[in-house]
């Protein structure tokens, strides 16, 4: 019997053997309440008392129950990363990457191994913004035939800090501050800067940070990154260094900092909403994952060290080469059961990959096993439904909180009680067939707590990143240093940031400097480099593909229904979904007459909420729409954004003087540093639409 509302929102209608497992743990609603003794429950309004007016009784067992369990509901929120959304998927290989691994989900091309994702905000609490200025987390679960993978990356390529021990110290620098717990979601504020100017190591991932990066328009336009360099082993026990990157199909977009402030506002899910919606529409989300491969005699053949996270390998010298696609196509049942209780460990592994001895990495091993432990509960988590792994497991581990599983056997090895099972796989066991067998590789040193010397170049690569940049991305990165250190109550702290940056550029820091009243540092003496990577500039990184963009068509009572449909027949063809716009909900009335269909009304929605604007044709509505100030805020504030704005025959008047030039009654399309016009006659429509998706791909126009 189906009850309730459709809860999954997910247009796959595809099964996997994750999904399958899955489904025996879904409960779906049902007609009858009853306790969580399976007894049927007559009243859940009224709890038991001693007569009409008199006091609640200790005998109702289910009252108890029911304020028990909500007692008991909220578990504690991730320290970092508090904030996130999931989906499901599948990755599948364009080719075996046997050569090099004999991970099993990368052996053969085609087959598909389930996947659950989750993208997240690191500073904020669970209930805090999705646009903020942030790092975005994204942690791919790949449940594998050989048992789970965890790939637990970020959206940046480096991270900032070297050596785990000093996670606690940023994680309490960038966080709310301990008095008042201000500021949520967001790292502008004395402490997280006083870290980050003593501690140089941070300057390259702070660039990343101040960029536009650090606010995506979406997690289905953002990059994902392993961050450390990995171990890829063969069949052969061969070791192949490796760097792992996710390239999202759509391109790399990012929001504009005044745009996300609103955002934040007006939508503070923004981010969870389009994930949510675009796979509920069918438009699903889809990386491509690609390596970096260093053979492992060339480990020492770059000016940097590959085990400090604070480093990228430019994509110039060691290219990313595609080895297959993630799709996410189903949206979680129950957030609470899926989202919140996965846990991700950067120690599960599966037998082809490896560890290297990155010290932020050997740190995370021990941290993310101990996180679930506290978060979750008890060592039991890996039995949650969404942690399962679809390998087969068999462990002596026994007992516990919330064990699920009644085991039977000996619990110990060896045994001959239990036939010596279950029994491990012995010394030589075949890496390929499906056996972990940790990477022999000579370890040998004094025990001792030092950086190694080659970890010590700290603004090199932050100035490769700065050279790298287009004019308008330094625009924003200077802005961003100016907000978040313009926050900063204390000066030294202040000046010190600043005589960091002087370490990356001159004309940074100088910028930055004027921007919050500390004076500008005098060029540093030698240091500085020209070289750039154009692979780190988002104008590069442009999908040229308006598929999935969002547009508003404001329109009101006289708009011309035609053209406006003709319109959007045009855009749906290149995959861009059209939402009309008007005054008040339901319909307006047409030029012709006619009933037009409105899809929100403009107070509820803002312009930050689409990727463009367009006004609609018909004088009647066009004039209705000059008197509106929800109508003139939305263009105006869209162009501000850089957006594309468009206007069909009246309503050109909107987007302002000079904006109709070129835009003749007859029906000319013009189309200006993403403004696009086209007279009222109903002929142009699909040019328009033509050159307004052109405009769309483009994503913005900063100038
Ligand atoms: Fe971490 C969560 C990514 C360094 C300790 N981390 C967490 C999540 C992501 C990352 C995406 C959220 C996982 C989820 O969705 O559940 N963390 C990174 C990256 C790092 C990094 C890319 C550097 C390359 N992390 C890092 C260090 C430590 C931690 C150095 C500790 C020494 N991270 C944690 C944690 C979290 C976590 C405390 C909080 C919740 C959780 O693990 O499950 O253990």
């Not at 536009?212 to 961050?227: E, H, K, L, N, Y």
């Not at 604070?310 to 010298?317: A, D, G, L, N, V």
């Not at 068999?394 to 085991?407: C, L, P």
């Amino acid at each position: 019997m189906a009850v309730g509302p459709e809860t999954t929102g997910s247009g796959a209608g595809r099964e996997d053997e994750k999904d399958r497992q899955l489904e025996e743990f879904r409960d779906p609603p049902k007609p009858s309440l009853t306790t969580d003794q399976g007894v049927r429950v007559d009243d859940t309004d009224n709890a038991l008392r001693a007569g009409d007016r008199g006091p609640t009784l200790l005998e109702d067992f289910h009252f108890r129950e029911k304020v028990t369990h909500f007692d008991h509901e909220r578990i504690p929120e991730r320290v970092v990363h508090a904030r996130g959304s999931g989906a499901y998927g599948f990755f599948e290989p364009y080719a075996s990457l046997a050569e090099y691994t004999c991970a099993d989900f990368l052996q053969e091309a085609g087959r598909r191994t389930p996947v659950f994702v989750r993208f997240s905000t690191v500073q904020g609490p669970r209930g805090s913004a999705d646009t903020v200025r942030d790092v975005r987390g994204f942690a791919t679960k790949f449940y594998t035939r050989h048992g789970n993978y965890d790939l637990v990356g970020n959206n940046f390529p480096v991270f900032f800090i070297q050596d785990a021990i000093k996670f606690p110290d940023f994680v309490h620098a960038v966080k709310m501050e301990p008095q008042n717990e201000m500021p949520t979601g967001a790292s502008a504020h004395d402490t997280f800067w006083d870290f980050c100017g003593l501690q140089p190591e941070t300057t390259h991932m702070l660039m990343w940070l101040m960029s536009d990066r650090a606010i995506p328009r979406s997690f289905r336009m953002m990059q994902g990154f392993g961050v450390h360099t990995f171990r890829f082993v063969n069949a052969e026990g061969r070791g192949t260094l490796v760097k792992f990157h996710w390239k999202p199909r759509l391109g790399v977009a990012s929001l504009v900092w005044d745009e996300a402030q609103i955002a934040a506002g007006r939508d503070p899910d923004f981010n969870r909403r389009d994930l949510w919606e675009a796979i509920a529409a069918g438009d699903y989300p889809e990386w491509e994952l690609g390596v970096q491969l260093v053979p492992e005699e060339d480990e020492f053949a770059f000016d940097f060290d590959l085990l400090d996270s604070t480093k990228i390998i430019p994509e110039e010298q060691v290219p990313v080469r595609p080895i297959g696609r993630m799709v996410l196509d189903r949206n979680p049942q129950n957030f609470f059961a899926e989202t919140e209780q996965v846990a991700f460990h950067t120690a599960n592994i599966v037998p082809g990959i490896d560890f290297t001895n990155d010290p932020l990495l050997q740190g995370r091993n021990f941290s993310y096993l101990d996180t679930q432990l506290i978060r979750l509960g008890g060592p039991n988590f890996s039995q949650l439904p969404v942690n399962r792994p679809v390998a087969e497991v068999s462990s002596n581990h026994r007992d516990g909180y919330g064990q699920q599983v009644i085991q039977s056997g000996t619990s110990y090895f060896p045994n001959s009680l239990g036939g010596g099972c279950p029994a491990h796989a012995g010394a030589g066991a075949d890496l390929a067939a499906g056996v972990f067998t940790h990477y022999q590789r000579r370890v040998d040193g004094d025990a001792i707590r030092r950086r190694s010397d080659s970890f010590q170049d700290h603004y090199s690569q932050a100035t490769l990143f700065w050279n790298s940049m287009s004019d308008w991305e330094r625009q924003h990165i200077v802005a961003a240093f100016r907000f978040e250190l313009g926050k900063v109550e204390n000066v030294p702290v202040r000046e010190r940031m600043v005589e960091n940056l002087n370490h990356v550029d001159h004309g940074l820091a100088t910028a930055v400097a004027e921007g919050i009243g500390v004076t500008p540092p005098a060029k540093p003496a030698g240091g500085g480099h020209n070289a750039a990577s154009p692979a780190l500039s988002q104008a590069n990184l442009l999908a040229g593909d308006p598929a999935t963009r969002k547009v508003a068509v404001l329109a009101a009572d006289g708009v011309d229904a035609g053209q406006v449909a003709a319109v959007r027949e045009g855009l749906a063809a290149r995959g861009v979904r059209v939402e009309v716009l008007a005054p008040r909900d339901g319909s307006v009335r047409a030029a012709d007459g006619s009933a037009f269909a409105v899809d929100r009304a403009l107070p509820t929605m803002a312009s930050v909420l689409y990727d463009a604007v367009v006004v609609a044709g018909g004088d009647e509505s066009a004039a209705a729409l000059s008197a509106e100030p929800d109508a003139l805020r939305f263009v105006t504030e869209a162009y501000r954004h850089g957006k594309p704005v468009g206007g069909l025959g009246a309503g050109v008047r909107l987007l302002g003087p000079g904006a109709d030039r070129g835009a003749s009654p007859s029906g000319e399309v013009a189309s200006e540093r993403g403004v696009v016009t086209a007279g009222g006659d109903a002929s142009c429509a699909g040019r328009f639409a033509e050159a307004f998706a052109e405009a769309l791909a483009q994503h913005r126009f900063p100038d």
